[in-house]
């Protein structure tokens, strides 16, 4: 009789889980109604936590009735998922009040480290739209989910729509400051024995820029198409040069190459192309390249491990060939490309730092 009762619970445990997973969109759009209304910024700015009425007083004025019923729902359900707190007033009104977390303080626009503008753009219907694609891709193969759902792929699609655009540009730039902080917090003497370091991929050059600033001994070197470069700002200690990355002899020589989410864009024959035009432009000795991306752990159970097999699923949704790679994946992929040693580096971070040497 116990047996059946174990057997039971756990169905019932397999029911609840489906349920959970089916309607997992919502905590998504729980999340993105916050950030879009700014509530962690009203809360925040009032420097205490707030009740239903106060945070609906400091809605814009294209809201003059606002549903605090509606939004107290909203909130009940972030509260639950630890976006918010919420406490009793201890007066005699009977109010709650909310205040912010570890995570809502992710949520601020006017943050420094800020992964607001990646929520907005990453719960956005246009981009949402090829997640539905995902049956197709599997018994069709062929372009990404992107290009099925939109009939072009992504960077054709952000040409012809500016609007589009500046939402992947604005997630993107949030997202490469908080790397870079947990680079160089996290990279320990990684760039203390380079006197020379380009950034292939490196689009306008903010990253090598952060890397000289700190360590001003190095000459950084930004290598981009030359339509990206051509609008590249001035940075003291950095050069910038343009070029294709897939055409051979065009990385200029260094003593190490920094490349940061350029590899989960392409596909392993275009990663080993890349790697090896890399392998040429460094000594072989002294030389190393350093790989800023996701290092999957599918049965990990580190805080970042269970995002990153969902990053991989956001390639299938957005990129052309890309993909996250686990570490036997990385390894096969850098001694095809002639690097046959190299060392993973944890960085408080979803990415991790691959060093890979040529000897």
Request: net charge negative; proline share 5%; with cysteine.
């Amino acid at each position: 009789m116990e047996a059946v009762t174990e057997l039971d619970e756990a169905s019932l445990r397999g029911q609840a889980d489906v349920w959970k997973y089916m309607l997992g969109f919502a905590d998504s759009m729980a999340l993105r109604c916050a950030v879009e209304l700014r509530i962690p910024d009203i809360i925040h700015s009032h420097g205490h936590a707030l009740t239903l009425s106060e945070i609906a007083c400091s809605f814009d004025s294209a809201s003059p009735s606002p549903d605090t019923t509606c939004l107290s729902r909203i909130m009940r359900l972030l509260v639950r998922r630890n976006i918010f707190t919420a406490h009793p007033d201890g007066g005699d009104s009977g109010e709650t009040l909310y205040g912010l977390t570890y995570s809502s303080r992710w949520l601020l626009h006017d943050s420094e480290f800020t992964l607001a503008p990646m929520v907005l753009m990453e719960t956005n219907p246009t981009l949402m739209e090829p997640w539905q694609c995902f049956s197709q891709c599997v018994k069709q193969g062929g372009p990404c989910a992107f290009e099925k759902a939109h009939g072009r792929n992504i960077w054709q699609f952000f040409a012809e729509k500016p609007e589009f655009n500046r939402l992947f540009n604005d997630g993107m730039s949030c997202t490469a400051k908080i790397t870079m902080k947990a680079i160089l917090t996290g990279y320990k003497g990684g760039f203390e024995d380079v006197a020379t370091l380009v950034d292939v991929g490196g689009g306008t050059g903010s990253a090598v820029a952060e890397i000289v600033k700190l360590y001003p001994s190095i000459k950084g070197i930004n290598f981009d198409l030359p339509h990206v470069v051509a609008i590249a700002p001035v940075y003291p200690g950095v050069s910038h040069v343009g070029g294709d990355m897939f055409d051979e002899g065009n990385i200029p020589n260094t003593d190490a190459i920094f490349m940061k989410w350029i590899m989960h864009d392409w596909s392993d024959n275009d990663c080993v192309k890349i790697l090896k035009n890399c392998r040429k432009a460094i000594p072989e000795r002294s030389g190393k390249v350093i790989i800023v991306d996701v290092v999957l752990e599918p049965n990990g159970d580190d805080m970042f491990d269970d995002t990153g097999l969902v990053f991989d699923l956001l390639m299938i949704a957005h990129a052309s060939g890309g993909k996250e790679r686990t570490e036997s994946e990385w390894k096969k992929m850098l001694e095809q490309a002639g690097f046959p040693r190299y060392k993973i580096i944890k960085i408080p971070a979803l990415s991790s730092i691959i060093e890979a040497y040529p000897v």
